[in-house]
């Protein structure tokens, strides 16, 4: 708590700072692309989004395996605090490649094998949401919800390599670790930019929602032990 709570100003002031920057820069001084125009603009948020969707999920199993094997306090804590940030950004990636898609496909959805993977991510995240709630007893929501996270994981690779394995409309990463990016650097800058700054978002929310979450819980120590040296007196 001491750690978050000094590290948190800061996490908060460079995600603004950084996603201000990216966005502005993207939508208002990058230069439109030859083939697509102005709507390659939405680029700048559903990619970062759609990035986030990954990594967030990718959180949540690391959280489960500290669970499950070490039994790690704060890692069911932060499984729960994980899921709702990751499936409102997931949602955002959908709802934003909705809207980019319509004047590239012609259509706000298809079938896709990446926007359908995605879609599965989507309802997995909700699946834990509910999941880690669903119980009176909270160890055994906890470890349902870590089972179904590290099940889901399987999903992870299905969404990167969708669009190599698979004929798909979704066109293929233009950024990669093996090779130079396919993007002019005016557009290559700002999204990476964003890319950061959305990331500190997701960082400084989830810190947020575990701190708080923290908190309550040694509310609900204190008041039941209150509770329990009332009635012994």
Known sequence: MRLSGAVLPYLAAAALVLTVTGLGWG????PADWQQ???VRIMYVHV???????AGYTGLAV?????????????????VEIGPVGA???????????????PMWGAWWVWDARLTSVLVLFFLYLGHVALVRAFDDPTRGYRAGAILALVGAVNLPIIKFSVDWWNTLHQPASIGLTGAPSMAPAMLWPLLIAALG????????VTVRLRAAVMERRIRGLLMA????????
């Open 27 to 30: 939508l208002f001084v990058s």
């Open 37 to 39: 125009g102005d709507a």
């Open 48 to 54: 970062p989004c759609a990035w986030l969707a990954s």
């Open 63 to 79: 959280c489960s395996i500290l669970s499950l094997i070490w039994r790690h306090p704060l890692a069911d804590l932060a499984a």
């Open 88 to 102: 409102g950004f997931t949602a955002l990636c959908l709802a934003t490649g909705s809207l980019w898609g319509k």
């Open 198 to 205: 959305y990331t500190l978002v997701f960082a400084t929310i």
């Open 226 to 233: 209150r509770a329990a040296s009332e009635s012994g007196a």
